[in-house]
């Protein structure tokens, strides 16, 4: 089971560089979003989607932008980096109704900006 | 935001030690999860629980939704050095999961 992927898995940006972290979940999960870790900081939503089409911010949207044209995609894009969105960032899903509210996360994607 | 607190932030422990620790949010919640990241990896869950006073077990592993439903607790008997990780816990009130800080457990063998 392939659950949720996400890549790159490790990215060196520039100061003022753009890239897009993609995430694919193939559980058929309406909610998806994206969290960033940082050391003493736990777990920080950035933005989430209850579904295809619908998109919200969590508490650090600021700097970061999402999409939800699929039920399967939620790629977050950084317009013009910058040093403090050096960090582990991590994809995770869920299904409204079933599973509990569990939430399953993908495996990371280590970003630095230099 | 949420305000989920966990403690203790860092424990030290000899192999065999049993291990507590807690989370307390600001709001009530309905579901409360707790998961293990190990380095280099994503959060597993390892338990969930859904309703007030529920006390879940998985192997050495217990959790427990307090009463109040602003809080729960999980304990790790017996531990070994597979123990080692950061445990997190989370709740979703609405349609945002928040996550506490963590907690790093180091297990000396």
């Known amino acids: 089971n392939a659950g949720v992927t996400q890549t790159p898995k490790f990215q060196v940006l520039k100061t003022g560089q753009s890239m897009t972290l993609q995430c694919a979940q193939d559980?058929?999960?309406?909610?998806m979003s994206w969290y960033r870790q940082d050391p003493g900081m736990g777990l920080r939503l950035i933005h989430y989607s209850v579904g295809a089409g619908i998109t919200d911010q969590g508490e650090v949207p600021n700097g970061y932008n999402v999409s939800r044209s699929t039920t399967e995609d939620f790629p977050l894009r950084l317009l013009s980096a910058a040093p403090s969105q050096t960090s582990v960032y991590f994809c995770a899903s869920r299904d409204n109704f079933h599973s509990g509210n569990t939430i399953y996360f993908g495996e990371g994607s280590w970003l630095t900006v230099v | 935001g949420q305000q989920l607190n966990q403690s203790p932030q860092s424990m030290f422990i000899q192999e065999g030690e049993d291990v507590s620790m807690n989370c307390t949010s600001s709001s009530i919640f309905n579901t409360w999860l707790w998961y293990k990241q190990e380095p280099g990896e994503g959060p597993v869950l390892l338990i969930a629980l859904y309703k007030a006073g529920e006390l879940t077990s998985n192997g050495r592993l217990t959790a427990q939704f307090g009463i109040t439903r602003k809080d729960s607790f999980l304990n790790i008997s017996a531990s070994i050095p597979s123990d080692v990780g950061i445990y997190f816990c989370?709740?979703?009130?609405?349609?945002?999961?928040?996550f506490g800080t963590g907690t790093s457990l180091t297990v000396i063998p």
């Open positions: 989370a709740g979703p009130p609405g349609n945002q999961f928040y």
């Open positions: 559980m058929n999960h309406e909610y």
